[in-house]
Structure formats: structure tokens, C-alpha cells
């Protein structure tokens, strides 16, 4: 199986099955269905809507005023400016913590975090935190993206 562009193999999504097992315990059902979602490339983004551009030849392209980019998955909730700047500021709090390099992969599947060394008696800890902020943020940029338009 393809997750975004790497290959997982079964014990990946055995592993992400049972963590998001964990997740539905500290995140509401709404985050973590968009998790879900995300994660097995449900969400209807309008890349999947391709078939349509002869009636409407931009509905491919990002509803962000000025972005002339495919909306993808990844570029909704990783590369838009919106998404970036948002991206940004959550590695700005978490760097602290976290030895992680925040990748459209580890956000989009819900991967740990690799804890800094003082901090790993804490590490279910960072990591729930992690997860919970991840989740929100998550949810804003899909909620912003589907505000009725400015």
C-alpha cells in the first residue's frame, strides 16, 4: 500500500492502527475522524474532482485567494500559505520537546514524535500533547477551507 509517496507495508498500518486506537482516547471523534480520513486519503479534496474541469476548469486548483496551486492533500494541509505559517508556529512551540522534523508523513499518518533526551520520562506526555495540537490544527485548516468564501 501507497501512503502519500511511501510505501507502507503491513506493519505500519498495523502500528497505526493500534495507535489510533490510543488517539480516539485523548482527541474529540471529530479530530479524530479527520485523522482517519486523512490518513487513508478520504477527504474530498479538489484534486478527486479532475472530471469536472470541462464545466469548471479551476475546480482542481486551491480556493486560497492568490494560490494557483492543485489542492492536494498535501498541499491543503502542508504547503498552502495558510497551512505553512501554521506548520511554522507549531514546530515553534514544540521544538523544546521534540528532536522531529516535522514532515507532510508524520503529520498525515500520525507518526510519534521523537522526544528530546530530557524529556523522555515525560514522553506519552509530549506525545499526546503533540498529537491533540496536530489534531486541532489539523481541523482548523480543513474547517477554514470550507468556510463559505471571503
Not at 506519552?124 to 481541523?139: K, P, Q
Request: hydrophobic content about 40%; glycine content about 2%.
Amino acid at each position: 500500500m501507497t501512503v502519500y509517496s511511501q510505501r507502507v507495508d503491513k506493519e505500519e498500518i498495523k502500528a497505526y492502527v493500534k495507535y489510533s486506537k490510543h488517539l480516539r482516547k485523548i482527541l474529540l471523534p471529530v479530530f479524530e475522524d479527520l485523522q482517519f480520513r486523512l490518513a487513508f486519503r478520504l477527504l474530498p479534496v479538489r484534486s478527486r474532482f479532475w472530471f469536472l474541469q470541462q464545466s469548471n476548469p479551476r475546480i482542481i486548483y486551491c480556493v486560497r485567494n492568490g494560490c494557483d496551486s492543485v489542492e492536494t492533500e498535501q498541499h491543503l494541509f502542508f504547503e498552502c500559505a495558510l497551512a505553512s505559517r501554521l506548520w511554522e508556529h507549531f514546530r515553534n512551540i514544540m521544538a523544546p520537546f521534540v528532536r522531529s522534523r516535522l514532515t507532510w508523513t508524520m503529520i498525515a499518518t500520525a507518526k510519534k514524535p521523537v522526544v528530546r533526551d530530557e524529556w523522555k520520562e515525560c514522553e506519552g506526555v509530549i506525545g499526546d500533547v503533540w498529537h491533540t495540537f496536530r489534531a486541532v490544527t489539523l481541523h482548523f485548516i480543513w474547517s477554514d477551507r470550507n468556510r463559505p468564501h471571503r
